[in-house]
């Protein structure tokens, strides 16, 4: 892989990577979301430049958003816990579900092949697009009722459907906690911390079924590359900060509407890859 390249193919990419981290840690802050949605499908496209056996492009693409999300999602907490905007009791009690969802997740993801994580990424973010779009908020505050049973099954199943699409969950976790009451900014900053436990999860889980597969990629832990990594981490921790800022000065009808275009936007680009593979 980065072996094989020159210097500069070896400075094109990194600045590829580079200025892909500046919109993926803005996302992360204005959004809730971990950055998956957007450093997915660019790493899909970086790592298949730089010949990456194609059975595994999407798994490492997927293994290394998550490594990535961990950071950044801190970096969004702290910002929207100082606008009051993160509740901590639903993240551990909803939480402890979304984490059992995204062990189940990462192993059926490790059996999938790359055209079908591919496929399974694309058709999510369209009906999460469609959903959001057509959302509309609720005029009045009302109380938040969101009983155990209900935190199990909602928790199991965004937790599975994040991890073979490399995410921290807000794409489902934020449209789940405004349906039981939470206000749009609230959501958000919920959603951003569950987001943490998500890519913790998925990061290790990754990192074993990669080393359990015995797969040899370069500079790579299992399905996670560290030079990836490393770029990103530092750019998308400060755009999360700015990210988190922006959203709390935004009308909160025009926040949900863009984060529904957004998956639009992601399902769009990823369909054409599936097409095209």
């Known amino acids: 892989m980065i072996e094989n390249l020159s210097m500069s193919q070896i400075i094109y990419f990194a600045t590829v990577m580079a200025l892909t981290a500046i919109p993926v840690g803005f996302a992360a802050g204005l959004f809730g979301i971990g950055g998956g949605l957007i450093s997915v499908p660019f790493l899909f496209y970086i790592f298949g430049t730089l010949n990456v056996d194609s059975e595994h492009i999407m798994h490492l693409a997927v293994g290394t ?3 990535i999300i961990m950071p950044t999602s801190i970096s969004s907490v702290l910002a929207h816990n100082k606008f009051k905007a993160v509740d901590f009791d639903i993240v551990k009690s909803y939480g402890i579900f979304v984490m059992m969802g995204v062990v189940v997740g990462t192993i059926f993801a ?3 092949k790359t055209q079908q994580l591919i496929l399974f990424f694309s058709i999510v973010t369209f009906f999460l697009g469609i959903y959001l779009i057509f959302l509309k908020e609720k005029k009045i505050k009302i109380k938040t009722d969101f009983k155990m049973y209900q935190k199990l099954l909602f928790g199991l199943i965004s937790g599975f459907i994040s991890a073979p699409m490399g995410i921290g969950g807000a794409v489902m976790n934020v ?15 919920s959603a951003a911390a569950i987001g943490f436990l998500v890519s913790t999860t998925g990061s290790v889980g990754f990192f074993i079924t990669g080393a359990f597969k015995d797969v040899n990629i370069p500079l790579s832990l299992g399905f996670v590359n560290v030079p990836a990594f490393l770029i990103f981490v530092p750019i998308t921790i400060v755009m999360a900060r700015v990210g988190a800022k922006t959203v709390h000065k935004i009308e ?3 926040i949900t509407k863009l984060f529904g275009f957004f998956n639009l936007l992601v399902s769009a680009k990823l369909f054409y890859e599936y097409f095209s593979y």
């Open 252 to 254: 909160k009808k025009l």
């Open 110 to 112: 490790s059996i999938l």
């Open 65 to 67: 958003s998550f490594a």
């Open 175 to 189: 449209p789940i906690l405004k349906f039981f009451g939470y206000s749009i900014n609230r959501a958000i900053g």
